[in-house]
């Protein structure tokens, strides 16, 4: 293919074709929402250490909207409105009942989002009206826990549980999962991971959702666009693909050898490494503690045991550090959380800080818009199809 200088619609820097592949280390927007300094991640300036340790999930959601800690009134307020909204709509549960029983749990919920969409009283609402927009966001917060176990259940034959007013988003999305009355550990556990994964300055799918609002197009389809995004295995995927390792390996003195052999086939290790951080992932010390301590409470301490000698190895061998999303798969599943739900889990939260971007880009709003070097050919011309080889 010929390769020649092309003029790039008098735009400098994509006619010089310098490329930052992956938009590594590209600075496209400000942000006062979660900020990534070395190993360190805050929320609103807040640490997540502090907010892992201390906030519930109902908390920093408050704060990523609002951009401040709520006091009583306000929590309560916002609890009371997320409880009032924990309904979803009869044609969403008909949809989820119609669905395959093979079907990719984060495809559903992307279909699902789609078609409450249809369903919200304020659908009809201008995509930059921040008072709908705010009823859109409790509406769609509420309802992924319910779609996300409604899934999961009618996968398994079994009716969807709706959710109890009397407990928490963590609560609810286990006692839906399973109908048992959750226990304040298993809760506990939950909450604390949905604080860990809530946001993420501009990682991939964030980055979907405010391109999206950028058009001005509405909240629902920026929040689909970004469930599409948070699937793959690069992202938010790969909790689920830890697991699957974790089970393929099977004994803990099979461990070490295996991801030897992995690692020598030149094989991707799921759960570790990170665009952003080259030191360590901050969230991780506390899936790593969260598994551990679940692992000896349910007597199920094997896949932790097996997570802790990969984690030395590949450190070791690779310089390579776990990621949020490798210890949060040995965490969820000796919480009975199915493997495919996982990804769905981080959705769960994420949809926290999607809302809270979208929030920020209608504010102040500019087309998300880059340019791309064209390295294709020149000069050709349109040739018959009959003349065609
Ligand atoms: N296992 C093995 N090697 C890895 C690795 C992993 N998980 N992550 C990175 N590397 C290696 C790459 O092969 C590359 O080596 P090379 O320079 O010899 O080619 C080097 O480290 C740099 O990695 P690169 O893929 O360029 O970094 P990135 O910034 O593009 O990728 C991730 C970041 C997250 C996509 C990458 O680390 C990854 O794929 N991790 C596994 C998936 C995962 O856990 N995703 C969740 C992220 S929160």
Known sequence: MSVEKVEAAGDPKAEEGKVEKGLEGVVALESSISSIIGSTLTYRGIEIDELAEKATFEEVVYLLWFGKLPNRAELAD?????????????????????????I???????????????????????????????????????????????IERVKNGLEPIKPRKDLSIAGNFVYMLDG???????IRAIDTALVLHADHELNASTFSARGTVSTLSDI??????????????????????????????????????????????????????????????????????????????????????????????????????????????????????????????????????????CFEQYADNRLIRPRAHYNGPINQHYIPIEERV
């Not at 290790?269 to 598994?291: C, E, Q, T």
């Open 220 to 357: 629902y389809s920026a929040i689909v666009s970004a469930i599409g995004t948070l699937k793959g295995p690069l992202h938010g995927g790969a909790n689920e693909a830890v697991m699957k390792m974790l089970l393929k390996i099977d004994d803990v003195s099979k461990a070490q050898q295996w991801i030897k052999d992995a690692i020598a086939h030149k094989e991707k290790i799921m759960g570790f490494g990170h665009r952003v951080y080259k030191n360590g992932d901050p969230r991780a010390k506390h899936l790593r503690k969260m598994s551990e301590e679940l692992g000896k409470l349910k007597g199920e301490t094997r896949w932790f045991e097996m997570s802790a000698i990969i984690d030395d190895y590949v450190s070791n061998e690779k310089g390579l550090l776990p990621n949020v999303d490798f210890y949060s798969a040995s965490l969820y599943y000796v919480l009975g959380i199915p493997i495919e739900a996982f990804t769905p889990v981080f959705a769960c939260s994420r949809i926290s800080g999607w809302i809270a971007h």
């Open 78 to 102: 916002l609890d009371s409105r997320l409880r009032e909204n924990s309904e979803l709509p009869e044609p969403v549960y008909q949809l989820i009942k119609s669905f395959p029983k093979d």
């Open 104 to 150: 990719i749990p984060m495809d559903g919920l992307r279909s699902a989002v789609s078609v409450l969409g249809h369903y919200d009283p304020d659908t009809a609402a201008k995509p930059d009206d921040s008072e709908a927009n705010l009823r859109k966001a409790i509406r769609m917060t509420a309802a992924f826990p319910i779609i996300v176990t409604a």
């Open 180 to 186: 048992v009355a959750p226990d304040r550990i298993a």
